[in-house]
Structure formats: C-alpha cells, structure tokens
C-alpha cells in the first residue's frame, strides 16, 4: 500500500506587520546591533530580498519596531476615569512606560532617539495623563514637563540597570568602616547600597518626584 503523501506545511504569508513582530523578537533574544535583514531573512524562513518588497531598508524596519512597541505601551496604560487624580494617572503612566521598558530591555535606546517621533508615535498614552494635569491647574508647559521628567526619570534607571554588565567588585568592610571614619555621610551611603538596591528606590523617587510637582502646582 502506498502511503498517502504529505502536503506540505504552508508558510504563513508574509507581510509587514509579521516582519516587524520577528525583528521585535530578534531586538529582545539579541539585541538591536545584531538586527540585519539577512538575519531577519532567516529568522523568517525566507530570503531576505524578498523582505525588501514590504520595508525598503533596515531603518524601515527599526522605525516599524518602534511604532509597534509604541502601540505595545498604548494598550499597557489603564483608561483614565473622570474620578482619577493627576498624580495617579502620572504614577500609572510610569508604571506602564517601566513595564514596556523591562519587557523590552534591548530595545530601550530607540525610546532615547527620535524623541518627538516617539511621543507623536504614543500621544494616544500620554494625551490622558496631559489632559489629566491640565484639569488640575497646572499650565500645558507644567504638563508638559511633568510627563517628560517622568519618562526620563524611568527611561534613564532602566538604561542604567541594562547597562551595568561588569564584574561586581565591592569594597571590603575594612574599606567601608575606613570611609565612614573620613566621610560619615557618605560612608552611611555606601553601607545603603547594601541594604537598598537600585531597585527599591524607583518607588521613593517617583515620590520626591510627584510631591515637587505638587509644589509646583498653582492653588486654587
């Protein structure tokens, strides 16, 4: 008896959005440097000249990445309600931005280029946050500047951690104990770092943050 033949697996049509979601996963397992259209070619099963007839180059494709993680961010904001305060939309806003920073860790640098590409890119996430400060008295440049501090403050301690790739290589207690004999108060500093990581203090940052915003906002 014959066996019955096997059809071949079809391959799923390619197309632009299918391109940009296999760059985004090479981004995220390799990093943005290791990104080329071959590569990317390959991680598709197809010749990478045949990627050329949806996106004509390899910044096509990066700029294509960065709308896509821009819509990503889009859906990670809660809807603002009427009863929301400014300063928990503000603090929402940062916890949605860390959260698409961290799920995309290789991507951070195309979040620091391009910079009014990428709020124009993701106005649909931070309109109701603007929107939110506007109504409660601070002025659209205050508004302004209260979400771009925000985005920075996030932004710069999640490139920082991405970042930091060397050996530790921490001073002994000797050196410790002989710093705070010199320096007390930076002495307690370092011993701080030890018992507070980098991590645990985005929280009380984003608070010194919001209560200098609050003392920036005018009284009604």
Known sequence: ???????????????????????????????????????????????????????????????????????????????????????????????????ICRRHPHALVLFATDVDRAYAASSSFYEPTLTSLVGAGFTEDDAADAVRIVVRYVLSSELLTAAVTTTPNPLTNEEVTRLGEQRPLTGHLVRSLRTRPPATLEDPGFALIVAGLRARLPSR
Not at 1 to 11: L, S
Not at 26 to 38: F, Y
Request: overall charge positive.
């Open 1 to 99: 008896m014959v066996p019955p033949a096997i059809a071949p697996r079809r391959r799923a049509p390619l197309d632009r959005r299918r391109i940009l979601e296999a760059a985004l996963r090479l981004i995220d397992e390799h990093g943005l440097a290791e990104l080329s259209m071959r590569r990317l070619g390959a991680e598709l099963d197809v010749q990478a000249m045949s990627l050329y007839r949806h996106l004509p180059n390899k910044q096509a494709v990066v700029e294509g990445v960065r709308d896509l993680i821009f819509t990503e961010l889009a859906q990670l904001r809660p809807a603002a309600t009427e009863e929301e305060s400014w300063d928990a939309g503000l603090t929402a806003m940062a916890r949605a931005f860390r959260g």
